[in-house]
């Protein structure tokens, strides 16, 4: 029982190159969420998807997409990557009526 | 709005210390309460929780209670070990939030120093 994993780890971008973080979970959970973590701005909910083929903006989805490919899987996709979406972002996914969520280790991303 | 307050930090402690991270909140309705713990280079841990008032959390000697009369959640250690060292974060969830229930709102986290 891996929980929630993550890919890549470390990334480095050039500004205007696009890529897709990729996140799955094998725990059964119904939602899974994208956030970002900066210094000094604690967690910021980028996007969200309640169930299998819902999704949902959050807090600071501007310049991201996500899809819910499946019920394990939430992608995150930077079309065109941007200096200020340096950044470490995590995945999580919790149960149906549960409100804890388990975090994936992150993925850590610079972009030059 | 909800929204959740956390003691700035760092907090810098011997070992042995008595540890209180201050966490207060803002909710309508009756929120649960959690406390996550985040590791050097790791992902957030879930470390506690309470879903009512008057409710105790506890986990690896941590305690945090849910007071409603004050809005508080604060996390209390009788003696951190080196190894405690990490951002400790606060949180509660938003209830009917676009349809979701497990959307949680954080505090910005409390650096925790444990030195030898």
Redesign the interface.
């Known amino acids: 029982n891996a929980g ?1 994993t993550q890919t890549p780890k470390f990334q480095v971008l050039k500004t205007g190159q696009s890529m897709t973080l990729q996140c799955a979970q094998d725990m059964n959970h119904n ?1 899974m ?1 994208w956030y970002r973590q900066d210094p ?4 910021r ?1 980028i996007y ?1 998807s ?1 169930s299998e083929g819902t999704t ?1 903006k ?1 807090e600071v989805p501007n310049g991201y997409n996500v899809s819910r490919l499946n019920k394990r899987e939430f992608s995150l996709r930077l079309e065109s990557a941007a200096p200020s979406q340096t950044s470490v972002y ?1 995945c ?1 996914s ?1 149960a ?11 993925t850590r991303l610079t972009v030059t | 709005g909800n929204s959740v307050t956390q003691m700035e930090g760092p907090v810098t402690l011997s070992e042995e210390a008595f540890l209180t991270i201050n966490c207060t909140y803002t909710a309508t309705g009756y929120p649960s309460l959690f406390w996550y713990v985040q590791y050097p280079g790791e992902g957030l841990q879930l470390l506690l929780k309470a879903t009512k008032a008057d409710d105790k959390g506890s986990n690896k000697g941590f305690e945090a209670t849910y007071r409603k009369e004050t809005t508080s959640f604060h996390l209390e250690k009788g003696s951190v070990q080196v190894s405690d060292s990490a951002v400790y974060f606060c949180a509660l969830n938003r209830m009917n939030y676009g349809g979701s229930q497990g959307n949680l709102i954080f505090g910005k986290g409390t650096k925790l120093s444990v030195k030898p």
């Open positions: 929630v939602s969420y000094g701005m604690g967690l909910l969200y309640a949902d959050g995590f999580a919790s149906r009526d549960r409100y804890e969520q388990y975090f994936g280790p992150g």
